[in-house]
């Protein structure tokens, strides 16, 4: 498989079936050094599973993985001495301390004794975790034991940080103190590739995102890509006007696609450019009051929401046309 | 599919399969022995021993002088209303074992460290053997300090120290214990792989220690029954010979052929093999090793032919909980 020095991650064609039915399908993925890449998509949607692969913990039905120059089926070792994984409900053993859960660890991993102390000092340190470092890991909090993970991935410095889910129950705001420590991972220069179906949470630390569905990567790029791929006009307008007949004449103006009316005079605009001031220009020039006019950028939900949504529509129209047949 | 999967696990993979084996195995030692159960089941053993060991040496106190092995007899000598030593090593040797093994991988898939685990770079064949070696070890270690005990109480309420030979055929019987306690340990660690519920897992190993311990012999029986034809010498041999698949039959002729040094054949005997021996007279040790030796290499066997059996169904588990 070619890759080149900037490719961490690469799959071809990389295929999971469990009974006959691909779980993963067909995935080409490419993840780039030194970038946080986000895996959307449903429940269900594979995502797991594709991580999975990528270690070697579960084998492949067909297609290849390339991870850190490595492949995961033949020579799992070399990949797991580089790559930190931190799986969806990460689990450790309750009845001895954090720092003796580490230490297990470090010893699997092959890190040195001396090395390892000084690692977990400090990494519990930074985790905020060195207090109840000598605690039984029983009486952990969730998100302390989140911490505790995450602190065990960077124990053996990864080339790549593997995080499913990284903030599943936790609360709003541990959760943002969490995403702040991935993103500081970025800046260590570990290449960082995270699941969630927490969309806002991607869209604020990931530098691209890959959407799943049923197994397969249908949209791939940067937050904005995906919303000029799925939402066709990335700008979102909501007006206030009140005027006559103002939704014909806001519809004609060049770069609007759609224009909805709610309730008396609310208006919301979608265009494919920033069209503020013609909008703005047209309802004065008909004899309208504007009375407010904003502009949203679309956001993850909005694009996931959307996505999920014509994917909905598309499936009823083939049924549709089936029982018609 | 099911072909093209198999043929997937076949392929190489590079790197020592036993990456990573000792540190499970120091972890899991750590566990045993720092863990309530292995202190009750050790205190549980301690007792029992004890007691039996200490009423046997009364009973043969007399003989001391006449017998060669009567350090021997303190492991055999059973004083009513207590068994022998050895019958209750029978016993609680299982249920250690047992004990140690049932939850040993289910737990993991429990407490949700499993995948945690197995990210590390080790293969999960370090894993599986790195558990059963670290309870193996335990047991060795408790059935040691056994083997101590019994001689110093040898010692103490009998007054001498074990013959060359005595000291040989204990330790011999010790190894054969390990072996005996390595199948109930595999089997445990198989209905550990094969049930997510410890309590599932603790029950079928009982189950099948049940089915050998006590209604072994009735099946013996009945299934030999239906090989009428052969007449009476052939209806002892089928039963003897369904009764060695019971890893207790096995152990059971092991102890007698060790430490019941007159033992000069096993099973069926027949007037030919008696010829020219003089009845009651011991057999030499290196006679009985080779005697028994087909009984230890059965025991191995199963351990071994488990152990792979256990193997091949956690390699093939998915590792998400
Ligand atoms: N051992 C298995 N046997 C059969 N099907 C399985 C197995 N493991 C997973 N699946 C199926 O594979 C599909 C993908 O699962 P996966 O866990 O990868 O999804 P996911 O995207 O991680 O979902 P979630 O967001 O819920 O974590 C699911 O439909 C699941 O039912
Ligand atoms: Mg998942």
Redesign the pocket.
Known sequence: MNTNNNTVIKTENLTKC??E?P??NNLNLSVYRGEVFGIL??????????ILMFLGLTEPSGGKVNIVGFDPLREPLEVKRRVGYMP?SVGFYDDITARANLRYTARLAGIETEETEKRTNDLLTQLELIDVADKKVGTFSRGMRQRLGLAEVLLKQPEVAIL??PTTGLDPEAAQEFLRLIRGLKGKGITILL?S?LLHQVQAICDRVGL?SH?RMVLEGTVEELSSKVIGGAYDLSVEASGNDLEEQIRKIPGVVEVELYGENEFHIEAKEDVREKVAAEIVRAGGKLLSLNMKRHSLDDIYARYFEEERDEAQRVQANREKA | MKLKEFKLTERKRKGSPFTGLWTVVLKEMADHMGGIRMRLLVGLILLTALGSIYSSARAIRDAVGEDPFIILRLFTTSTDPLPSFVSFMGFLIPLAAITLGFDSINSEYNKRTLSRVLSQPIYRDALLLGKFLAALFTLTITLLSLWLIVIGVGLLLLGIPPSGEEVLRSLVFLVATLAYSGIWLIVAMLFSVIFRQPATSALASFAVWLLFAVFWSIITGLIAGLFGAGGEAGRSAAELTISRISPNTLYGEITLALLNPETRALGLVFFSQLQGALLGSPLPFLLSLLLILPHFTGLLAAVILFFALTYVIFQRQ?I?A
Request: aromatic fraction near 8%.
């Open positions: 469990y009974n039915t779980v993963v998509g449903p429940n269900g949607s594979g995502k797991t599973t594709t969806d499913d889910e699941s179906h799943f197994g | 998915e998400r």
